[in-house]
């Protein structure tokens, strides 16, 4: 079966650096895609991998090893805004995406 | 600017009745999909669409219809409405294109009693 496995909750402090796994197990793979989504609101787009590597955009940065069916979602600078929840989820060999259940990241003070 | 639009956003219904939720969109992309968001769980795709006259089921359709007359809009209709689907309904679009990115509507936040 198709599984994306994400830590439940995370807790960092303000101005420190976090970093959110991800594995995955899909049937084929088409990119991974993480998105930021505040309490209320809808997924925000963050950051896509395809190749194996670092995507820096800012603050966040995204890694992928297509070997290791893993990826992380690297914070730097954190912000109190930065909390949130944050997903990942991975596009199949049939272009759909399978979605973990998310990580609910706390900054404090 | 184009936008996404839900609507409601809130709804309280009652258990048998048949309720409708709208997607609209500006993009003119050809890609729709509805997705639920429920504790504990990742999105979890209903129905979607790659352009008129297409639908397809997701990994929960049951109780769950889709049509698609035009690019613009794809209504959701929950034929009659179980508890069970009580939860948030997003509405998603994707132009097709590589790398095909998703991006959501505000959610439309539906309570069946």
Known sequence: ?109 | DAEITQSPRHKITETGRQVTLACHQTWNHNNMFWYRQDLGHGLRLIHYSYGVQDTNKGEVSDGYSVSRSNTEDLPLTLESAASSQTSVYFCAISSGRDPDTQYFGPGTRLTVL
Request: net charge negative; glycine share 10%.
């Open chain 1, 1 to 109: 079966g198709q599984n994306i496995d994400q830590p439940t909750e995370m807790t960092a402090t303000e101005g420190a650096i976090v970093q959110i796994n991800c594995t995955y197990q899909t049937s084929g793979f088409n990119g991974l895609f993480w998105y930021q989504q505040h309490a209320g609101e809808a997924p925000t787009f963050l950051s896509y991998n395809v190749l194996d590597g670092l995507e820096e955009k800012g603050r966040f940065s995204s890694f992928l090893s297509r070997s290791k069916g893993y990826s992380y979602l690297l914070l730097k600078e954190l912000q109190m805004k930065d909390s949130a929840s944050y997903l990942c989820a991975c596009m199949d060999s049939n272009y759909q995406l399978i979605w973990g259940a998310g990580t609910k990241l706390i900054i404090k003070p």
